[in-house]
């Protein structure tokens, strides 16, 4: 009986050990860390994040965070909200990569790679694109600004508003 007990408390133990080791607690506190490629940064915003395009909402199905001062969006989602076509992103899997092509523009992103293509210029980027939650989440600002957009914000104690409007549009914001 007390054999059956110990081996009882011991499975317990190593379930709950194995939550914290897999679980990714770092997405959703302000103050935690994400590790990337050996290199760690910092997730120093846990505040609600809106994102606007044209006065209109984009909603994400995985809450955007804010990592080194950059906002990190889900690719697919923005991508789509600044108007490109399913059939223009092109994940490949094996490189973790993604390629996006817009109004004669293309931008390479390796996930946990700093180093981005635009066309065929190498840029350096402050953060690179991570995985989370099976989604791809890219610097907001970065990929917006190479595809002709303007991006603005503005904040509070408890949110951060992102307003994108498409360079020389009429909509004001």
Same mark, same amino acid.
């Given at each position: 009986m007390i054999f059956k007990f110990k081996r009882f408390i011991l499975c317990l133990f190593v379930l709950i050990v194995s939550l914290f080791c897999v679980y990714p607690t770092y997405a959703s506190v302000s103050g935690d860390a994400v590790k990337i490629n050996g290199e760690t940064y910092?997730?120093? +915003?846990?505040? /609600?994040?809106? *994102?606007?395009?044209?006065? +209109?909402?984009? /909603?994400?199905? *995985?809450?955007?965070i804010i990592i080194e001062n950059r906002t990190m969006v889900p690719l697919r989602f923005l991508a789509n909200a600044i108007g490109i076509k399913d059939n223009k992103i092109i994940y490949d899997e094996t490189e973790q990569s993604v390629i996006l092509e817009y109004n004669g523009k293309t931008i390479k992103l390796i996930v946990g790679d700093k180093n981005a293509l635009i066309d065929i210029d190498e840029v350096e980027l402050d953060v690179p694109a991570v995985e989370l939650n099976n989604r791809v989440l890219v610097p907001l600002r970065f990929v917006c600004e190479t595809f002709g957009y303007n991006v603005d914000y503005g904040e509070t104690e408890t949110s951060m508003n992102i307003f994108m409007k498409k360079r020389n549009s009429p909509t004001n914001l």
């Open positions: 910092r997730i120093t +915003s846990s505040k /609600n994040i809106n *994102v606007y395009i044209e006065r +209109s909402k984009i /909603n994400f199905d *995985v809450e955007p």
